[in-house]
């Protein structure tokens, strides 16, 4: 009898043991389950804020969209975002303008801003302005930073250069100015700029 225990006892260990395993085996499935669609999940929300605002790429998951438009049938398009961390607001704005001469290019630009709410004041730059403005911040850039220099070290220098030459400030200076950076750090081309300052 007693071996007939023995025996009915190993056997009820060895089905427990087996049913502990399976658990296990169960249990890390679901578990490595719960990440992939965790991780799909993840991928899905950023394909979906890539199609806010097609080129903008915001991540839902750390901003709330409040508002966007386009400018021209696409050829801008902004957003005014809420950072879900702090509540700031920012807006952002992507301007496809490939192939338009550099004034059409600042026109677009001014166009979105307005679009967007912006809130400048003063004449709109004439050709000659942003032009001038331009050669003025070139000027600076290369009396002051070697070639390459990054475009944001040199904001500060360049404003202050091209507001001073400018009795009457027009709105686009702060744009001449950031494209003669952009081009001086090697980001953007020559191209970017006004013909008569390349």
């Known amino acids: 009898m007693t071996t007939d225990l023995q025996a009915l006892g190993d056997d009820l260990f060895v089905a427990l043991n087996r049913r502990a395993v399976a658990m296990r085996r169960l249990d890390r499935r679901l578990r490595v389950a719960a990440l992939a669609v965790g991780a799909l999940g993840l991928f899905a929300a950023t394909a979906i804020a890539s199609g806010i605002a097609d ?3 915001l991540d839902p ?6 508002g966007r438009g386009s400018v021209d049938n696409g ?3 902004y957003v005014h ?6 509540g700031s607001d920012s807006t ?13 290019a600042f026109l677009l630009h001014e166009k979105t801003l307005a679009a967007a709410g912006a809130t400048e004041t003063g004449a709109l730059c ?3 302005d942003v032009t001038r403005a331009e050669t003025i911040a070139l000027a600076a850039l290369r ?4 070639s390459g220099a990054d475009a944001d ?3 500060a220098t360049v404003d202050t250069a091209v507001r001073a030459a400018f009795d009457t400030p027009c709105r686009g200076l702060e744009y001449a100015g950031e494209q003669a950076r952009l081009v001086y750090a090697g980001v953007q081309p020559v191209a970017t700029l006004m013909p008569g300052v390349r």
Not at 61 to 66: C, M
Not at 81 to 86: F, L, M
Not at 92 to 104: I, T
């Open 55 to 57: 080129d903008l790429h």
């Open 61 to 66: 998951t750390q901003w709330s969209i409040l």
């Open 75 to 77: 050829k801008a398009e």
């Open 81 to 86: 975002a809420q950072r879900k961390s702090d």
């Open 92 to 104: 952002f704005m992507v301007e496809h303008d490939a192939g338009l001469a550099p004034y059409e």
């Open 126 to 128: 004439t050709r000659q």
């Open 143 to 146: 009396s002051t930073f070697p």
């Open 153 to 155: 070290a040199t904001k």
